[in-house]
């Protein structure tokens, strides 16, 4: 699926989600999607678990 299909998909659905559960529903399900994407990509290793603990801590890595 190219990007830009995924892009309108996705946007379609918040749209529907928007229209069906009003503004509160549609930050949760931006909320939860983020956070889905977010251990998705833990767990996948696109992102370094120890260099996001380093960002949200607060300290520079040496790396």
Known sequence: ???TLSGA???A????VA???G???FV???????IGA???ALVTGRIDRNALT???TGRRSSR
């Not at 659905?13 to 529907?16: E, H, N, S, Y």
């Not at 949760?28 to 983020?34: E, T």
């Open 54 to 56: 380093d960002v949200l």
């Open 28 to 34: 949760l399900v931006v909320v939860f999607a983020a």
């Open 9 to 11: 998909l996705i946007g």
């Open 13 to 16: 659905i918040l749209a529907v």
């Open 19 to 21: 229209l069906q559960f």
């Open 38 to 40: 977010l251990v998705a």
């Open 23 to 25: 503004f509160w529903g």
């Open 1 to 3: 699926m190219s990007t």
